[in-house]
């Protein structure tokens, strides 16, 4: 009897606490039902989804690169749209978009996210690939452009010729030099180990990547060949992920057609002078136009002008000097000659004229950007068009050209503001009058 007994109280206090525990249970999930958390109180990390085609990692290794897609999967690069509460992936047939940088999730700078090509323009190319070797209209365009005779010389060879550029549309590899090649393979930041003029530390992947944006659009490595950093007037390259590449943020020249003589005397100035340092330089480089577009330059918040799109921009190496071997070079023709859609021949680096970049700046941008003022004297704007036009005048010789720019100016200099609403040089221009 005494151990039923104890057994039957041992039962009783399992029975107790199960009991208890279930009121206590049922009483949280009533507290829960019947008070519940205020939504205003309730805090929901907003998710981001990201698909690999819309940042074109799909198609990698045919893409830029991979360097920046941690900040993207971390939410620390946002498009500008994910600001608002219900954030959202943009519209996919766009070439840039206005985003959001961080590296502290506190601080935010604007930048600018953008693709090579448009996305149509990709589409197209890549079924130009796949039908280039007989494979209909979708296929791996990877293994496409790996088993391309050109590729199978990258990957055999360690140093960056110009053999193995021969034929792309790029204009920076019109004439390139063994210079500027070496500067292209040491200065790639698609790579971990950068420094180096040979590509021994480059894998096969790597390689595809670096000859993939060569031959579709050299934006991105004139931005880390020619860095801000170094004086150079051209945005900051933040990195890439997939067909996506990521810059630093600026208000279009355009914008400023028709402000006051002060903020526009001030750009053209600028826009000369960026203009006059890439034909002289210390490093012996000419960079010259090939052409010239409204969005090519851009405003940062300080004032200062940078070039927003390099794409269309040609290097000579002064230093080296042409080789008459290099423009023959460029008979050549495979399927990467194409692949920015552009299968027209560049003329030869020997037509391209001294005074080409400041011609084409005083021809298609100063008339629009200098446009007459009410608050402008008349004679002087009467100057001012008289040496655009001057330095417009493909008909006159390169010396008249560049007096005409320099003179222009020289006009202009003393219109520049001193105010802090153009920081880049403020308050410098208060004791120098070189600022």
């Not at 180096?196 to 490595?221: E, G, W």
């Not at 900051?236 to 006051?260: D, K």
Request: with cysteine.
């Amino acid at each position: 009897m005494g151990f039923q007994s104890w057994r039957a109280e041992a039962l009783w206090k399992v029975l107790l606490q199960f009991g208890v525990l279930s009121l206590y249970c049922w009483d949280i999930g009533r507290a829960v039902t019947l008070s519940p958390t205020p939504a205003s109180q309730i805090q929901h990390k907003p998710v981001y989804s990201f698909g690999r085609s819309f940042l074109g990692l799909d198609k990698c290794n045919a893409c830029i690169g991979t360097s920046i897609c941690k900040k993207f999967f971390k939410e620390e690069i946002r498009f500008h749209n994910w600001l608002s509460p219900r954030p959202k992936l943009p519209l996919s047939y766009k070439k840039s978009y206005p985003g959001n940088y961080t590296d502290d999730s506190e601080n935010w700078r604007p930048v600018v996210v953008s693709r090579l090509l448009t996305k149509y323009k990709h589409d197209v190319s890549d079924t130009n690939i796949c039908t280039s070797a007989a494979k209909g209209v979708t296929c791996s365009i990877e293994n496409v452009l790996r088993s391309t005779r050109r590729f199978q010389k990258w990957t055999s060879s360690n140093l960056l010729t110009p053999d193995l550029v021969q034929g792309l549309s790029s204009p920076m590899l019109r004439c390139p030099s063994q210079r500027l090649l070496d500067r292209i393979v040491r200065r790639y930041a698609e790579v971990l180990d950068a420094g180096s003029i040979l590509m021994k530390h480059f894998t096969d992947r790597d390689k595809l990547r670096l000859l993939y944006t060569l031959a579709v659009n050299q934006h991105p490595i004139m931005l880390q060949i020619f860095p801000g950093t170094e004086g150079w007037p051209f945005v900051r390259y933040y990195g890439s992920c997939g067909r996506m590449m990521v810059s630093a943020s600026t208000n279009p020249i355009r914008q400023f057609y028709g402000s006051s003589p002060e903020t526009t005397s001030d750009l053209a100035y600028q826009l000369l002078h960026v203009t006059q340092s890439l034909r002289t330089n210390g490093l012996n480089y000419h960079l010259y136009y090939t052409g010239v577009r409204d969005d090519m330059f851009g405003m940062f918040e300080d004032g200062r002008l940078f070039i927003t799109d390099a794409s269309t921009i040609g290097v000579i190496d002064k230093q080296e000097g042409l080789h008459q071997s290099n423009d023959r070079l460029q008979d050549y023709r495979d399927v990467f000659s194409c692949l920015s859609l552009n299968c027209k021949s560049s003329p030869p680096c020997q037509t391209v004229r001294e005074s080409q970049s400041l011609l084409l700046i005083c021809r298609d941008i100063l008339p629009k950007l200098l446009q007459p003022s009410q608050n402008q004297n008349k004679h002087l704007q009467n100057e001012m068009d008289r040496l655009i036009s001057l330095c417009g005048n493909s008909m006159l010789p390169d010396s008249s050209i560049i007096n005409a720019a320099n003179a222009l100016m020289a006009l202009l200099q003393p219109l520049r503001p001193c105010s802090p609403h153009f920081a880049y040089r403020y308050p410098e221009c208060k004791y120098n009058n070189a600022f």
